[in-house]
């Protein structure tokens, strides 16, 4: 729900001042949690809603910021790449967050998610001062991609890409499949 409006803004005002925006405020979330430890169902549960609001369109922000930055012909590659990094962070991360969690209880969660956001918000404040950010008009699109998002027909589905169709697979040149 909230990929929607934060894409719509980022399309206009840039990536990277979004991604470093909805980074800070998702660590800024990630340790009111550890603030108090028994605050009202209601208030943790809006909280939850915020710090997801903020934290969802991170792939999809850094998706349409990679895009920003390479030809189409190299789409592929750089989705396969980004993929790859994020299901690196998505089994390391769990395990390291249980962790931290044996010293730290059940807060080391939101530190570490905390820490997370912030060093993502850090590193694109950097690249900030590296390299010089693309105005609204020289931006493509931003697509909303969900969470759940796998590899298998990722780039095809992405409408900025180029259509490439595929001749038949080695096997089926080779008459081992028929």
């Given at each position: 729900?909230?990929?929607?409006?934060?894409?719509?803004?980022?399309?206009?005002?840039?990536?990277?001042?979004?991604?470093?925006?909805?980074m800070i405020l998702s660590s800024l979330l990630s340790i009111a949690f550890t603030i108090s430890s028994d605050m009202p169902y209601l208030v943790l549960l809006t909280l939850f809603f915020l710090l997801t609001a903020f934290s969802s369109p991170t792939y999809a922000l850094g998706v349409s910021q990679a895009t920003d930055y390479i030809e189409k012909r190299d789409?592929?590659?750089?989705?396969?790449?980004?993929?790859?990094?994020?299901?690196?962070?998505?089994?390391?991360?769990?395990?390291?967050?249980?962790?931290?969690?044996?010293?730290?209880?059940?807060?080391?969660?939101?530190?570490?998610?905390?820490?997370?956001?912030?060093?993502?918000?850090?590193?694109?404040?950097?690249?900030?001062?590296?390299?010089?950010?693309?105005?609204?008009?020289?931006?493509?699109?931003?697509?909303?991609?969900?969470?759940?998002?796998?590899?298998?027909?990722?780039?095809?589905?992405?409408?900025?890409?180029?259509?490439?169709?595929?001749?038949?697979?080695?096997?089926?040149?080779?008459?081992?499949?028929?």
């Amino acid at each position: 729900m909230a990929q929607y409006p934060i894409g719509h803004i980022a399309d206009h005002y840039g990536r990277r001042p979004i991604i470093i925006g909805t980074m800070i405020l998702s660590s800024l979330l990630s340790i009111a949690f550890t603030i108090s430890s028994d605050m009202p169902y209601l208030v943790l549960l809006t909280l939850f809603f915020l710090l997801t609001a903020f934290s969802s369109p991170t792939y999809a922000l850094g998706v349409s910021q990679a895009t920003d930055y390479i030809e189409k012909r190299d789409f592929v590659a750089a989705s396969s790449g980004l993929l790859f990094i994020w299901g690196l962070g998505s089994s390391v991360g769990p395990f390291t967050a249980g962790l931290l969690m044996v010293p730290l209880g059940p807060n080391g969660l939101f530190q570490f998610l905390a820490a997370g956001f912030a060093v993502v918000a850090l590193f694109a404040l950097y690249r900030v001062f590296r390299r010089r950010a693309k105005s609204a008009a020289e931006q493509s699109n931003y697509v909303a991609v969900p969470v759940g998002q796998g590899a298998v027909g990722a780039p095809e589905l992405d409408p900025r890409g180029e259509a490439v169709s595929h001749g038949p697979s080695p096997a089926v040149k080779e008459g081992f499949v028929e």
